[in-house]
């Protein structure tokens, strides 16, 4: 019953949507189709549209401009013809206030929605020599497109009788909640789908509402969500009992549907971003193209620093050599720090985690000055011990050292947290037994710390590679790429892609086989967790 | 033995720490300086005292109400996120379920998926929510950004509690809230005091989204009005660092009240009870 | 341990689950609800006569802005105006999802350099039919040039910024006139005391490389404007110029960051430094310095011309107050308002008669940059330029500083462009 409802619910709220924004497209689509007509009828056309009352305003402008102007883009208009009498003027002088008026009604009067639900839309058109011609409709509300209330809890009843009697009929069938769902979602969604087709029998040009590629990920997160829901909801219902199931789903359903909307609905903005290319102002489709692109590394040789696999190589390095210095320097810091007999220690854990609670873009910024190579301290103190400086950014292997040096002073004391929660989980009595039998520290730490410490730390592990991965800021602050893009990192020339150069097709191809490669990676992984949960 | 031992570590630990503040003294510096310009010098000790940064942050009309916004987002983003990632951690350590591994699998790959195009549909999505210009529509994109972590880090502490402790308080009769709201919780305050901590920092110090979705200076956290002293040519770093000493603050004085969740023992001491 | 926990009985669940289960369910109702009404209700319009005006202005830029906006509203009293400081960072995202949902302010301030891709969308209003000649006629015609994109004029010119040669007054009495003064001069310098720099800028960046590449007859576009002329043979001399003076003469110090640059310069161990307008206020405090004109290229005879860059205040395709909206404009690039943002805001004014006043004829910061912008070449504002900095800045990278061959390495950063645009 209660996943009837969900379903219902959720079903008339994708309608709503849906019915308003195509009704708003429609609304828009109309009175731009006869703003246009309008244009190539002129004043012709003004006098059909007055007699035939199926706008409810209309007029035609000329636009040229003024005689003798320096400024070749000022503009003025005089009116052809106008549906409301008085507004027909022309060649007056600029402080007529009926031409102001006339100026006006051409300045609002874009492609604008009207307090009372109706539209008004201008076309122009472009004559030579700087004059142009325009024109304005204004158009009365389109008919509104409701709920279909009763007749939906009618067809809801009609599915929970059929419910019903197939649960009679079948008790022991394990498939009942699903057919139940989905009888509940067919006969909805028979229900809906005739109103769903007279929006769309309200003559849409082909050309609009197009290219929306938010409003189209949202409704296939809602197409995805929806069916989600009705199992998880019928779940609830499986068996004549409550099954035990319905108590884990009631654990975990809140953050996962929060997760599912605010994650599912921007990946599959950004995987279907993938495939545009922005041109001329308008998203256009390009297929496989962008990821063809990447792929064949554009032209470029395998080895050379802007082709995706050698990026590709430099995030690997990158992500094990910060992973790697994160857990070692985090976990021993937790280690000396977990003592409780030590003094001071809530001191140094404050001190410690800094790096983390300042703003990195300043302390990047201060790391970037200290691997300066004349006036930073780095090289200073390096010709203390007599090494000559170093021109960090201008070799590959030192401006990648400078990155993850900085990278590893930002995320150790992140990994020291986690370490820290983790330690706890160990018993202390353990060490107690294991300093009784005569263990070494050593032994101590490979054989009670280490194996009980990982189903903890194990996840943080993960989830800090995955992070490295996409951890743009550092690099982008620190080396900036340099030498010649080749401490770039994928996820920074992804950024560099759509925030530099405006090619986010092209950059959300990037993060879709980013993507791929860390769901690639994370199997992997998932023999860890998997060992360790037996 | 142990002294000696304490004192290796005391040495130890202050020359690492040293280390580690050192190049957090160069944002102190230019705290703590009247110029704006970014300190390339040397040494990174201040070497005057002046207040004027602080002055004039702690002066604009807006910096209370702003203080106050980022620390309800804050605050509420680690309610819920905690909350949230604490029954869904039971679940994902405690029942085995149809769709257990499936869920998991999903917490992770949620991270993957590189966040820099994010902002464009988050926009829209807070817009048909009716969530633009409101703290409480930050607060929703926040947790739900911390919650995959938590999840992952709260579920493998969980994993480590031994499953006697719940064993013996079925016998007595304890039903599962009980078992995770008297059992698990109690135990696992070191990992909840991380989780707490990830959380509060992941909405604390974030300003993209957050200047994005408010329309009204009113609304800005703190994060913002810092950020806001970068510009297209040139940044007021004094200003800068000032308000970054400003917002570490808090992050600091939260680790410091929940580290007294981080002592060892607690769960040795209750299988012995 | 895991096999002994499976064992509970699941009768124990029984009471108190149902209840959890219907809590959440009834949270989940209740959300879904929230969201249906929320859709439902009738989008709070805000009241007609509110003016919203987004800027990225700090300090005392703002307040000077901020000023001429109270000035305004204090004319029109039915009208709210509110003026709204986005950090620069998350400005242009704000503006590029804001305005297409209606969310957008009435009026906003940015760099022309955007105003092609914003124009291309639909997100400006065309000023053709609001803007008279008596408006544009306040500003400099260059400034208002930059505001048109196609054969439409989309802003008013509210400041200007370009690059010019700040020079150390202790070091150098008198600024050089052509690049080979310069140099000697700074040869000078370095003989002398070699902890001192001749002259810096941002190598790596088109906008700073630019006033040597138009100084030397090189171009980023041809005249067409359609085809690149990066490649040309004066671009690439340009190149190997500044080259020169880094690694031969080496008056250029090796490494440079604008935060170093400032430190350099107010330590008197740098003698030229060029930069914007914005360089003053890192010099607050600091005195002994000039500004001058950049300087003539010797080897062609022509000046150096540095990029100009416009502010302009663009008007919002969706305001619904398009006209009060244009009031307020006029009104802020008003030369009563602009006097407010030069002398208490510091900032370089697209008004000609500002710089005729007696007080300001004697500021030579501002004749200076007054004088530089009529030497500069407006910066493109078609979107395609936007495609243009990143390779060129790695090709300014590899020629200057990593020592590639200069037309090979500007050869590779057309071929790329040109890749992309296909």
Request: hydrophobic letters at 50%; a neutral charge; charged letters at 15%.
């Amino acid at each position: 019953m209660l996943a009837t409802v969900v379903a219902v619910a959720l079903g008339t709220f994708v309608f709503h949507r849906y019915a308003a924004e195509r009704g708003d497209a429609i609304g828009r689509a109309r009175a731009e189709q006869a703003a246009r007509w309008l244009l190539t009828h002129g004043p012709a056309g003004v006098d059909d549209l007055r007699r035939s009352g199926t706008v409810r305003l209309a007029g035609v402008a000329f636009d040229a401009p003024p005689p003798g102007s320096r400024y070749p883009y000022l503009r003025r208009p005089i009116w052809l013809a106008h549906t409301e009498p008085g507004k027909v003027e022309a060649a007056l002088s600029r402080d007529d206030p009926a031409e102001k008026a006339a100026a006006d009604a051409l300045v609002q009067d874009e492609l604008v929605r009207l307090p009372d639900g109706g539209y008004r839309a201008a076309a122009g058109e472009r004559l030579g020599g700087g004059e142009r011609r325009a024109a304005f409709v204004e158009l009365a509300p389109p008919p509104r497109v409701e709920v279909p209330w009763p007749g939906l809890a009618m067809a809801m009843l009609a599915a929970l009788v059929f419910w019903w009697d197939l649960a009679r009929r079948e008790p022991a069938s394990r498939s009942r909640p699903v057919v139940g769902a989905l009888t509940v979602s067919v006969g909805v969604l028979g229900l809906l789908a005739p109103r769903l087709l007279a929006v769309d029998r309200l003559e849409v040009p082909a050309s609009v509402g197009s290219a929306d590629v938010t409003g189209t990920a949202m409704l296939l997160a809602g197409v995805v969500l929806a069916p989600l829901a009705l199992v998880a909801g019928a779940g609830w219902r499986h068996g004549s009992r409550p099954s035990p199931h319905r108590v884990a789903y009631a654990y975990i359903g809140p953050a996962l549907l929060g997760l599912g909307v605010l994650v599912l609905v921007p990946f599959l903005y950004g995987v279907a971003l993938a495939f545009t290319r922005a041109s001329h102002g308008e998203v256009v489709w390009v297929g496989l193209s962008n990821f063809v692109d990447i792929l064949s590394s554009a032209g470029r040789s395998l080895t050379e620093p802007l082709s995706f696999y050698f990026t590709l190589v430099v995030t690997l390095l990158w992500t094990l050599a910060n992973v790697v210095l994160h857990t070692g320097i985090g976990l021993g810091l937790a280690l000396i720090l977990k003592e409780p007999t030590l003094r001071f220690k809530g001191v140094y854990r404050v001190l410690l985690i800094i790096p983390w609670a300042v703003p990195s873009y300043i302390t990047a910024l201060v790391w970037k000055g200290m691997f300066n190579q004349q006036y930073g301290l780095v090289n200073h103190l390096l010709a203390g011990v007599g090494v000559a400086p170093v021109a960090w950014f201008s070799e590959f292997w030192t401006a990648f050292t400078a990155n993850v040096v900085t990278n590893t002073w930002l995320g150790f004391p992140f990994m020291m947290v986690v370490s820290l929660g983790a330690l706890q989980s160990i018993p202390s009595d353990l060490y107690e037994a294991a300093s009784v039998d005569g263990a070494s520290k050593w032994q101590q730490f490979r054989h009670i710390t280490m194996p009980l410490l990982r189903p903890a730390l194990v996840p943080a592990i993960i989830l800090g590679s995955v992070w490295t991965f996409n951890m743009f800021n550092i690099i982008y602050l620190v080396s900036g790429g340099q030498p010649n893009h080749s401490t770039d990192i994928l996820i920074t020339q992804a950024y560099r892609f759509a925030f530099e150069q405006d090619r986010y097709g092209y950059a959300a191809a990037y993060s879709v086989l980013i993507f791929f490669i860390l769901v690639i990676w994370s199997f992997f992984t998932q023999r860890f967790t998997r060992s360790e949960e037996a | 033995m142990a002294r000696l031992d304490h004192a290796f570590k005391h040495v130890f630990l202050v020359v690492f720490s040293v280390a580690t503040l050192f190049p957090a003294l160069w944002v102190v510096k230019m705290a703590f300086r009247a110029d704006q310009s970014f300190a390339t010098s040397m040494n990174p000790l201040p070497t005057e005292f002046d207040l004027s940064n602080f002055a004039a942050l702690f002066g604009d009309a807006l910096f209370g109400r702003q203080l106050l916004n980022s620390l309800f987002v804050a605050a509420l983003t680690t309610a819920v996120g905690v909350f949230l990632a604490c029954t869904a951690a039971y679940a994902f350590s405690r029942f085995r379920f149809p769709g257990r591994r499936a869920g998991l699998m999903f917490l992770l790959v949620t991270q993957m998926f590189p966040g820099t195009l994010m902002t464009i549909p988050l926009y829209s999505l807070m817009e048909m929510l009716g969530l633009l210009d409101a703290l409480l529509g930050l607060v929703l994109v926040y947790s739900t950004t911390a919650i995959p972590f938590c999840i992952y880090m709260l579920k493998g502490y969980f994993d480590t509690i031994p499953r006697e402790l719940e064993e013996s308080a079925i016998m007595d009769g304890a039903g599962p809230f009980t078992l995770f709201w008297r059992i698990i919780l109690p135990l696992s305050r070191p990992a909840i005091a991380v989780t707490a901590l990830f959380s509060f920092m992941t909405a604390w110090n974030e300003y993209i989204l957050a200047a994005t979705f408010m329309g009204d200076e009113q609304a800005y956290t703190l994060p913002v009005k810092v950020q806001s002293f970068v510009g297209d040519y040139t940044t007021e770093w004094g200003y800068f660092a000032a308000g970054a000493l400003i917002v570490s603050v808090p992050v600091m004085a939260l680790f410091f009240a929940l580290q007294k969740h981080l002592v060892g023992g607690l769960t040795a001491g209750s299988v012995k009870g | 341990m895991n096999r002994v926990g499976h064992r509970r009985p699941a009768a124990s669940f029984e009471p108190w689950s149902s209840v959890v289960v219907r809590g959440l369910l009834a949270c989940l109702l209740l959300l879904a609800s929230v969201a249906l009404c929320a859709c439902n209700a009738p989008t709070a319009a805000a009241p007609d006569d509110e003016i919203v005006l987004w800027h990225a202005y700090r300090g005392e830029e703002r307040a000077a802005l901020e000023a001429g906006v109270a000035a305004w509203g204090a004319r029109h009293p039915q009208v709210r105006v509110r003026a709204l400081a986005v950090p620069y960072d998350a400005f242009v995202d704000k503006v590029s999802l804001a305005v297409p949902k209606g969310n957008g302010p009435d009026v906003f301030i940015f760099g022309h350099d955007r105003l092609g891709d914003w124009a291309q969308r639909g997100l400006l209003e065309p000023l053709g039919f609001l803007a008279d000649e008596s408006v544009l006629d306040r500003h400099p015609r260059e400034t208002v040039e930059a505001l048109v994109y196609g054969d439409e004029l989309y802003g008013l010119p509210l400041a200007f910024k370009c690059l010019a040669l700040y020079y150390d007054k202790a070091l150098v009495p008198a600024p050089p006139v052509t690049t080979d003064e310069l140099e000697q001069v700074a040869r000078a310098l370095r003989s002398r005391n070699p902890s001192v720099w001749g002259i810096a800028w941002e190598l790596e960046s088109l906008y700073f490389h630019a006033p040597w590449l138009y100084g030397f007859g090189g171009a980023v576009y041809r005249d067409d404007a359609d085809t690149l002329a990066l490649d040309a043979p004066e671009a690439a001399r340009s190149l190997a110029f500044v080259r020169a003076w880094r690694d031969d003469a080496r008056i250029i110090p090796p490494e440079v960051t604008s935060a170093l640059t400032t430190a350099l310069f107010r330590r008197h161990e740098l003698a030229f430094v060029v930069s914007g307008p914005w360089f003053r206020a890192e010099l607050s405090g600091h005195d002994g310095w000039g500004v001058a004109p950049l300087p003539v290229v010797s080897a062609t005879g022509q000046p150096a011309r540095p990029f100009l860059g416009v502010e302009g205040l663009f008007l919002n395709r969706r305001s619904p107050q398009k006209r009060l909206a244009f009031d307020l404009m006029v009104a802020l690039t008003g030369d009563e308002a602009a006097r407010t943002r030069f002398t208490s805001g510091g900032q370089l004014v697209a008004n000609q008669a500002i710089y005729e006043d007696a007080g300001v004829r004697a500021d030579a910061f501002a004749q200076a940059f007054r004088a530089q912008a009529a030497r500069t070449v407006p910066l493109s504002n078609r979107p395609h330029m936007r495609r243009i900095w990143t390779p060129v800045k790695d090709a300014l990278s590899a020629a200057i500083v990593h020592g590639a061959e200069p037309a090979g390495a500007l050869r590779k950063a057309v071929e790329e462009i040109a890749r992309v645009d296909r």
